[in-house]
């Protein structure tokens, strides 16, 4: 009889991403254009932004690639906020 494999773990996030989630589940939105470029963190209740430095439209990508994160509709027509799929522990 074959072995099952057990569940694989998910791959490591990097410092970035992180980041971006903690500040996500802080309250922060995370918002980028419509080509998911431009990340900006837009904190909800007095409307702040802070541009994380590090993070690049390859960044945005490859969360939700992993399935961290999905695009929703933006205040702006051109604009994307991203939110989290799940809670991360």
Known sequence: MAKKKAASTPPKLTEIEQD???HI?????LET?????NPVLRRS?????????SANRNTIKAMEQ???IS????RE???IVW??????K
């Open 20 to 22: 971006l989630l903690s």
């Open 25 to 29: 589940q802080d309250g922060y939105q």
């Open 33 to 37: 254009d419509s080509l998911g470029g």
């Open 45 to 53: 209740k007095d409307d702040e932004g802070i541009r994380p430095l």
């Open 66 to 68: 992993r399935g961290l």
């Open 71 to 74: 695009p929703g509709k933006g």
């Open 77 to 79: 027509p051109l604009t």
């Open 83 to 88: 939110r989290l799929n799940k809670k991360i």
